[in-house]
């Protein structure tokens, strides 16, 4: 699993079928580039986020033919990116 | 999923049967490098797309006997070059 911020929604209004009407969001990595991610958590701009990749990522979306690479499996409560250790 | 811009058609005649009739798309990242994937959609050149790899792909054309490694999975609705090169920070709540 990769820590990711959360940066926005996305809205792509003409996609396939397979990915029916869940929530896309705008994640950044650490440090990294950004990313579009499934989201069945209920995130908002700014959370720092756990997000499982490859195959776990289908999953994790709900059912293992549902079409996502990247899937968010939970928001984390206490994250501070300044810090060395990334904890309070 | 990655944030990629359709550059333009792919014709290949000559293909693996099971990519089938699929269309491609050549696309790139904010780096400028190229790929191509398979396009479930429709997508016209300079379209923002958001594009889904490793085995979802499969999963995302429909069948998941098709042979690719990154599909298209939506168009998305409002995206500008300067957000994607990452000149923009992050929108506020």
């Known amino acids: ?88 | 999923m990655q944030i990629q811009r359709v550059v333009r058609d792919l014709v290949t005649t000559k293909r693996n049967f099971w990519l089938q009739a699929k269309p491609l798309r050549v696309v790139e990242d904010w780096r400028g490098n190229l790929e191509v994937a398979v396009d479930p959609i429709g997508c016209k050149p300079g379209d923002f797309v958001i594009t889904i790899g490793y085995s979802a792909a499969r999963i995302a054309t429909g069948n998941p006997k098709i042979t690719t490694d990154l599909t298209i999975g939506g168009i998305i609705d409002h995206w500008d070059e300067a957000r994607w090169r990452d000149e923009i920070p992050a929108i506020a709540p």
């Not at chain 1, 720092?48 to 990749?53: N, R, S």
């Not at chain 1, 979306?61 to 206490?78: C, E, Q, R």
Request: charged share 25%; glycine share 12%; net charge neutral.
């Open chain 1, 1 to 88: 699993m990769k820590i990711f911020q959360v940066e926005g929604t996305l809205v792509a209004t003409a996609r396939i079928g397979g990915l029916e009407n869940r929530r896309l969001l705008v994640v950044k990595e650490r440090g990294g580039s950004k990313q579009v991610a499934v989201d069945p958590v209920g995130c908002k701009p700014g959370d720092w986020v756990i997000a499982v990749g490859s195959s776990a990522a289908k999953d994790a979306a709900g059912h293992k033919d549902y079409p996502s690479d990247l899937t968010i499996v939970g928001i984390i409560d206490y994250w501070d990116d300044a810090s060395p250790e990334g904890r309070k």
